[in-house]
Nanobody, 124 residues
Framework: QVQLVESGGGLVQAGGSLRLSCAASGRTFSRYNVGWFRQAPGKEREFVAAISWNGGITYNEDSVKGRFAISRDNAKNTVYLQMDSLKPEDTAVYYC?????????????????WGQGTHVTVSS
């Protein structure tokens, strides 16, 4: 497993941008698939985006299409989530997760390592 630490959350007005970072420990992080999930108060955890070890990308098209972009810098052991055109409904705790297997990237149960989460609040 790897240890993950998210950062970059905060308070932003609707229409603004934030970039979340997921920093990982471990020399083999480049072989891990990484996903971003979010959980709003009173709601279930929701898949946001994922990037595989070889660069394949999946988005939750219904909720973040065209607004969010996931990327990774393996030299820095970091995965990013660029969030633009933020909406109040994007308010949630955002978590990154990682796993070395490529099984069900949108399924939170597929990931074995999780960060502690970073809060994102979008005001209207």
């Amino acid at each position: 497993q790897v240890q993950l630490v998210e950062s970059g959350g905060g308070l932003v007005q609707a229409g603004g941008s934030l970039r979340l970072s997921c920093a990982a420990s471990g020399r083999t992080f480049s072989r891990y698939n990484v996903g971003w999930f979010r959980q709003a108060p009173g709601k279930e955890r929701e898949f946001v985006a994922a990037i595989s070890w070889n660069g394949g990308i999946t988005y939750n098209e219904d909720s973040v299409k065209g607004r969010f972009a996931i990327s990774r810098d393996n030299a820095k052991n970091t995965v990013y989530l660029q969030m633009d055109s933020l909406k109040p409904e994007d308010t949630a705790v955002y978590y990154c997760a990682a796993d070395p297997r490529l099984i069900g990237t949108m399924n939170s149960g597929s990931y074995t390592s999780w960060g502690q989460g970073t809060h994102v609040t979008v005001s209207s």
